[in-house]
């Protein structure tokens, strides 16, 4: 002790207990600074997790936009078809046109078996081959027997498309 009552320490105390608190002022900077890093390296993983999911919920409405977008083509097509085809249907029977419509059948009949003759190694020929004329009498039998159906088919495909 000195005059004033202070205790002195000796050198090597003195020493040892700077160099204590040098080393827990250390420690603490590095406990600092790792847990600087680990909030970091979290903060790093929460951004490439949140960026996955947007992605992926980004590809999932762009499949989901493309689905609607065909399923409405789709139904737009089927539509203009069935219309079409009902309008062909009315302008026949106002008309009276079936000579025509049978005229053309019977062509595109020929012309089928013309062509399965000079495109396929396989030929199936009616059984009067020899006789165009019961060929075309055999097309227009099954257009009138199409014809003499229900008229009901497009009127219920039209509905069931709306």
């Given amino acids: 002790m000195d005059s004033s009552g202070d205790i002195i320490l000796p050198d090597e105390i003195v020493k040892a207990m700077q160099m204590q608190a040098s080393a827990e002022r250390r420690k603490r900077a590095q406990i600092l600074d790792s847990e600087g890093t680990r909030q970091s390296e979290v903060n790093i993983a929460e951004g490439k ?4 999911v947007l992605a992926s919920e980004a590809n999932m409405t762009e499949q989901i936009n493309y689905a609607r977008g065909e399923a409405e083509a789709i139904v ?3 539509t203009a078809s069935a219309e ?3 309008r062909v249907a ?7 046109a ?4 049978s005229l053309t ?5 020929v012309g089928a078996f013309e062509k399965l003759a ?4 396989t030929i199936l020929l009616p059984t009067t081959v020899n006789d165009p004329s019961s060929m075309i009498a055999q097309a ?3 257009f009138k027997g199409i014809n003499k159906a229900p008229q009901t088919l497009p009127q219920a495909q039209s509905k069931r498309l709306e």
């Fill in 84 to 86: 079409g085809i009902e």
């Fill in 49 to 52: 997790k949140q960026s996955t």
């Fill in 90 to 96: 009315k302008a026949l029977q106002a008309t009276g």
């Fill in 76 to 78: 737009a097509r089927a």
């Fill in 98 to 101: 079936t000579d025509a419509v």
């Fill in 140 to 142: 227009l039998s099954i």
């Fill in 118 to 121: 000079k495109e396929g190694t």
């Fill in 105 to 109: 059948i019977a062509e595109k009949y």
